[in-house]
Nanobody
Framework: QVQLVESGGGLVQAGGSLRLSCAASGRPFSLYAMGWFRQAPGKEREFVATISRSGGNTDYADPVKGRFTMSRDNAKNTVYLQMTSLKPEDTAVYYC???????????????????WGQGTQVTVSS
């Protein structure tokens, strides 16, 4: 089992920045690729970003490329999502997820992820 706890969400004006954190406990953190997903009211959950076990591979959804950066600190069992140039359409609940992997690969598919956090609300005002 892996427990994931997100933090760092809040209310920010358009153009502002936030950094989300996701702290993991349980199984060895370095065995898991990690992902961020988000769900806005009335919409499907969507992929935001993912990072491989080593941190060497990342991928981003097109709407956030160039604005969001995902990183991880395996010594601290934590992943981060640095969000800049935020837009009202970024408003959503952001979820951290863990994907048990046997190699340094990544996935943008939510169904591949084994564990999920409770989410943190991000609201961007115009």
């Amino acid at each position: 089992q892996v427990q994931l706890v997100e933090s760092g969400g809040g209310l920010v004006q358009a153009g502002g920045s936030l950094r989300l954190s996701c702290a993991a406990s349980g199984r060895p953190f370095s065995l898991y690729a990690m992902g961020w997903f988000r769900q806005a009211p009335g919409k499907e959950r969507e992929f935001v970003a993912t990072i491989s076990r080593s941190g060497g591979n990342t991928d981003y959804a097109d709407p956030v490329k160039g604005r969001f950066t995902m990183s991880r600190d395996n010594a601290k069992n934590t992943v981060y999502l640095q969000m800049t140039s935020l837009k009202p359409e970024d408003t959503a609940v952001y979820y951290c997820a863990a994907d048990r992997r046997y190699s340094d690969v990544i996935s943008a598919t939510g169904e591949d992820y084994d564990y999920w956090g409770q989410g943190t609300q991000v609201t961007v005002s115009s």
